[in-house]
């Protein structure tokens, strides 16, 4: 593997290092992965990118009357922007408990079923853990409202991966997503 930390292409004159790779530099915030494949079949370049961002995910001060499940709001519209669902009137609404399909059949015309989840995380031991989606369609996820899944990156490509350290304790979790055929 050969990298840099400034930003610029490796090349065949940067260092090669086995994987997988220590970086002993301090990254204040966020680290930016870049990987140029050498193999380019029908002369199509793959190139797959990643931030690794550190983000400070409180935990729920008071817990009281949690009952299980996610809470779940559908909203069927043309509305594709996923910040604007709350000032729109929910088609249905209520709590069910995974595993459980949410899928609904495209409508005769054609409307986003979009589904907005909440609820909570219950975290009995620090450690770290691991989300992860479906390959084609990604949710939008939020912990504590700090985006961990984003359904707008990858799309097509590889599920979604949040690698998180959590502490031991409540999270509150947010997610959106389509449930046309996904």
Do not use: C
Not at 161 to 166: E, F, N
């Amino acid at each position: 593997v050969r990298y840099s930390l400034d930003g610029s292409i490796p090349d065949s004159t940067d260092r090669s290092v086995p994987f997988p790779v220590k970086i002993d530099k301090p990254v204040a915030d966020s680290a930016r992965i870049v990987a140029y494949p050498p193999w380019q079949p029908a002369h199509h370049r793959v190139v797959q990118k990643e931030t690794i961002k550190h983000v400070n995910l409180n935990t729920v001060d008071s817990v009281a009357n949690l009952q299980a499940g996610l809470n779940y709001t559908l909203y069927k519209t043309k509305e594709a922007n996923y910040k604007k669902l709350d000032t729109l009137p929910a088609a249905a609404s209520g709590v069910f408990a995974f595993p459980q399909a949410f899928k609904l059949p495209p409508p005769a015309e054609y409307v986003f079923n979009w589904v907005k989840v909440n609820g909570f995380l219950k975290i009995d031991k620090e450690d770290d853990y691991m989300l992860t989606t479906g390959f084609e369609e990604s949710p939008l996820i939020l912990i504590d409202n700090a985006i961990v899944i984003n359904r707008d990156k990858n799309t097509d490509v590889e599920p979604q991966k949040a690698l998180l350290h959590l502490k031991k304790g409540y999270y509150a979790i947010k997610g959106y997503y389509i449930a046309n055929d996904a």
